[in-house]
């Protein structure tokens, strides 16, 4: 006689009832015993199951919020450790307290931890960008050796700092990797800002850029997403192999290395191998995670060796190369050394009046002359008495914000200053406040906070464009 064991969804067994010497025969009243026994012991079975599926999404759910609470933890302390130099020097600057020397050491401290925060915020808008899928690249043939050096420039201040020594081996490739040279840069930054950062002093943090052929089949480019979030290469399947050349870096430092246990989360978002309040090193645990998916972005991928604690890390990244030279085309005519706005009349809107002073003075530093305004009613009351050659506007304001403005603006006749060349200068730095800006009119979306030299750059850009078209 035998039962299935059914549960509302499937069988998941079956109950055997055998006579074997004794020559009985089962009866009606037998079979609907055995039914009910295998009746209790679907429901036994399918509670043990979803009790143990109960337990491992608590589990998961419990880590998920304790890697969520370190990193928010680490969060705040990154965002605030900044602000206690630049609050404090600010402070000692303004009672004039400081000598010459001082003074200097006092503003570079205070530039450095802004720009610390400010990346900071740039890596967190970074992950949201790319987990929406909303990550775009400009794609154009990209001098990969060009791209090493701009790296290097960039951390080789704190090298020196540590007495790190940064040796370079780049070797001559044939062709060209395709995709967006920014981004590529901090690709290659983020993997020698961590060597110097994990390496101790006296250390040495090596750069190799060269040229591979390498074996691979359709199959494994159709999986490459997948195998390429690995920590490790991975065997490749056997089907027919295709010969493909690939660009290749490589950084290797002498520094604290990696754990078995944490090699395959090295590429992760918000994971640390060290997140406790102890850690000696800083970051949010963000650069890696960017590091791969920019990479896969560009078609390559990335993985990352280490022998252990204290014997050091190398990160290897593969990007496919494109044997088609290609000239580098730009549709932006290069900026003079010294952009010059005299003659240009310039109308800054912002509610905060810092930031309206400080671009106020930029630009005028610049030659323009500036009219201000601190919200998007009295720009327009100031648009109808007299036009500007260009509007400088913030978007997040009171009462109307900039999408509003521009808006209405761009309802007017050209003669009433329906076409004015227009630039949002704002803290909304996201892939979607750009599109936005531009739907709405703006011609041109620059995040806060911006350099002075990007900012008069982006001007006279815009009016040169303007006067081209």
């Known amino acids: 006689m035998c039962v299935p064991l059914r549960t ?3 069988i998941i067994g079956v109950i055997s009832f055998i006579f074997a010497e004794s020559g009985r025969r089962y009866t009606a009243a037998d079979l609907q015993l055995a039914e009910e026994l295998a009746h209790r012991a679907s429901l036994a079975i399918e509670n043990a199951q979803l009790y143990q599926v109960a337990q491992q999404d608590r589990a998961k759910a419990e880590a998920a919020n304790r890697i969520k609470d370190e990193f928010l933890a680490v969060l705040s302390h990154e965002l605030r450790s ?8 600010t402070k000692l600057l303004r009672n004039k307290q400081l000598d010459s020397t001082k003074t200097e050491q006092a503003l570079e401290t205070i530039e ?3 720009k610390l925060q400010a990346q900071l915020i740039e890596d967190l808008l970074d992950v949201s960008r790319i987990l929406q899928g909303k990550m ?6 990209v001098d990969m050796a060009a791209t090493i050096n ?3 420039e960039t951390v080789h201040l704190a090298a020196e700092a540590k007495h790190i020594q940064v040796q370079t081996v780049l070797n001559p490739i044939s062709g060209s990797v395709l995709g967006d040279a920014n981004r590529l840069q901090q690709v290659i930054w983020n993997l020698l800002s961590n060597a110097v950062k994990f390496t101790p002093e006296g250390g040495q943090v090596e750069v190799h850029l060269e040229q591979v052929e390498h074996e691979e089949s359709e199959e494994w480019r159709s999986r490459g997403v997948e195998e390429s979030t690995s920590s490790c290469p991975l065997p490749y399947p056997s089907t027919p192999l295709l010969l493909r050349s690939y660009a290749q870096i490589t950084v290797t430092d002498t520094g604290k290395g990696i754990t078995p246990e944490f090699l395959p989360h090295v590429f992760d ?7 406790t309040t102890t850690r000696r090193f800083g970051g949010l645990g963000l650069g890696l995670a960017i590091v791969r998916q920019l990479t896969e ?4 991928t990335v993985w990352a060796e280490s022998s252990g604690p204290g014997l050091g890390a ?5 990007l496919p190369l494109n044997r088609v030279h290609q000239k580098r085309s730009s549709q932006t005519k290069p900026f003079g050394k010294e952009p010059d706005l005299t003659g240009i009349q310039i109308l800054v809107v912002d509610d905060e009046s810092d930031m309206q002073e400080l671009a106020s003075f930029i630009l005028t530093n610049a030659g323009a002359q500036v009219i201000t305004a601190d919200s998007a009613i009295q720009a327009l009351d100031l648009l109808n008495q007299s036009l500007p050659d260009l509007l400088l506007c913030d978007v997040g304001m009171p009462d109307m914000d900039g999408y509003s403005l521009i808006r209405q603006i761009r309802k007017w006749a050209p003669e009433q200053g329906g076409n004015i060349p227009a630039i949002a200068l704002t803290a909304y730095a996201g892939e979607i406040n750009q599109q936005q800006a531009l739907a709405a009119g703006f011609q041109m979306h620059i995040s806060k906070p911006v350099e002075p030299e990007k900012l008069v750059q982006a001007v006279v850009h815009l009016l040169d464009r303007d006067l081209e078209s």
């Open 297 to 300: 972005l560009h078609g390559g």
């Open 136 to 141: 775009t690249l400009n794609i154009a043939p």
């Open 82 to 89: 900044p602000l206690n130099p630049i609050l404090g020097w």
């Open 150 to 152: 701009a790296a290097l």
């Open 314 to 318: 190398t990160f290897t990244i593969r």
């Open 269 to 275: 978002y918000f994971r640390q191998e060290d997140g």
């Open 8 to 10: 509302q969804a499937r």
């Open 112 to 114: 450095r931890n802004a």
